[in-house]
């Protein structure tokens, strides 16, 4: 009965998650990718092809093994998180280009997503019946990630007045309803918590860390503005744990593959706090530095 409850309310939950993500976003805000090309582009490859492939060397690195392996990489390969937005703001960033890394991102890991967890499968369970690009998993990843961020986007559009209104509502919603995802995939795996804590918490917070760092200086390396580096690290730094774990345990059916997205979804906010907090003393104090007058 549980199981059911929770194979029942995890798709619900992550879809007024994402239908709440686009109550926020535009047409214009996939468009708005012209105006910061450079940080983008740098920012997606970062987030798809460089973190899913750090993400595998710590997996290896900690010996992480099976359906944990695989839920682990599952998170590299989500998304950025909706709380990217509210750190970037707290960092100085530029939550425009966080808006906008977020809407790609979130459209690309429909097709980038399978072809991670179906490499993952086939290292580290050797399961012909992966995820793979196999029409009716992809088609429940589609439904699971776009689909409610279509139809919010479509009420934005539509009923923009109600939207405005209701936009902070629906988001303190979707920051509870997050918060219960974590709970309860933690509550409902908690012996495979218990047994391979030590190992997923180190990983976790490691691979926050790297990503939070990759994704600040890997643009600054490129002379992207800082705030828009900032917005970078943000995105890249916070994944999405509420779609790792509903597309563990509704698409791909296991429960423990869900574990590792629950305990970044903890964990994941205190480096993403301290870069906040690091981040905006260093704009603050960069904001005051005197203008150098030529002689």
């Given at each position: 009965?549980?199981?059911?409850?929770?194979?029942?309310?995890?798709?619900?939950?992550?879809?007024?998650?994402?239908?709440?993500l686009?109550l926020?976003?535009?047409?214009?805000d996939?468009?708005?990718?012209?105006r910061?090309?450079r940080?983008?582009?740098?920012?997606?490859?970062?987030?798809?092809?460089?973190l899913?492939?750090?993400?595998?060397?710590?997996?290896?690195?900690?010996?992480?093994?099976?359906?944990?392996?695989?839920g682990?990489?599952?998170l590299a390969?989500?998304?950025?998180?909706?709380?990217?937005?509210?750190?970037?703001?707290?960092a100085?960033?530029?939550?425009a280009?966080?808006?906008?890394?977020?809407?790609?991102?979130s459209v690309?890991?429909?097709?980038?997503?399978p072809?991670?967890?179906?490499?993952?499968?086939?290292?580290?369970?050797d399961?012909?019946?992966?995820i793979?690009?196999?029409?009716?998993?992809f088609?429940?990843v589609?439904?699971?990630?776009l689909?409610?961020?279509?139809?919010?986007?479509?009420?934005?559009?539509?009923?923009?007045?109600?939207?405005?209104?209701?936009r902070?509502?629906v988001?303190?919603l979707?920051?509870?309803?997050?918060?219960l995802?974590?709970?309860?995939a933690?509550?409902?795996?908690?012996?495979?918590?218990?047994?391979?804590?030590?190992?997923?918490?180190?990983?976790?917070?490691?691979?926050?860390?790297?990503?939070?760092t990759?994704?600040?200086?890997?643009?600054?390396l490129?002379?992207?503005?800082?705030d828009?580096?900032?917005?970078?690290a943000m995105?890249?730094g916070?994944?999405?744990?509420?779609?790792?774990?509903?597309?563990?345990?509704?698409?791909?059916?296991?429960?423990?593959?869900?574990v590792?997205?629950?305990v970044?979804?903890?964990?994941?906010?205190?480096?993403?706090?301290?870069?906040?907090?690091l981040?905006?003393?260093?704009?603050?104090?960069?904001?005051?530095?005197?203008?150098?007058?030529a002689g």
């Open positions: 009965m549980g199981s059911t409850i929770f194979a029942v309310f995890l798709p619900i939950a992550l879809a007024l998650v994402m239908f709440g686009g926020t976003l535009t047409v214009g996939f468009a708005r990718v012209l910061y090309p940080a983008a582009v740098i920012a997606l490859v970062c987030q798809m092809v460089l899913p492939a750090v993400c595998f060397g710590l997996v290896l690195l900690f010996r992480l093994e099976g359906a944990l392996a695989v682990m990489l599952l390969a989500s998304p950025g998180g909706p709380s990217a937005n509210l750190f970037s703001h707290l100085g960033g530029n939550v280009l966080n808006i906008t890394l977020t809407a790609i991102n690309l890991a429909v097709f980038t997503m072809v991670v967890v179906a490499l993952a499968f086939s290292r580290f369970l399961d012909s019946e992966s793979g690009l196999r029409p009716d998993k088609a429940q589609f439904a699971i990630v689909i409610p961020v279509a139809i919010g986007m479509w009420v934005h559009a539509r009923y923009t007045a109600w939207s405005d209104r209701m902070g509502n988001k303190i979707s920051i509870v309803v997050l918060a995802v974590v709970t309860a933690v509550a409902k795996n908690f012996d495979t918590l218990t047994e391979n804590i030590g190992k997923l918490a180190s990983i976790c917070l490691l691979f926050a860390v790297i990503s939070l990759v994704g600040y200086f890997a643009p600054r490129f002379r992207v503005d800082a828009q580096a900032i917005a970078s995105e890249i916070i994944h999405n744990g509420a779609i790792a774990i509903a597309v563990a345990a509704s698409v791909l059916h296991s429960d423990a593959m869900a590792p997205g629950a970044y979804g903890v964990l994941m906010n205190i480096p993403a706090a301290i870069a906040a907090y981040l905006a003393r260093y704009v603050r104090q960069d904001r005051r530095e005197p203008v150098p007058v």
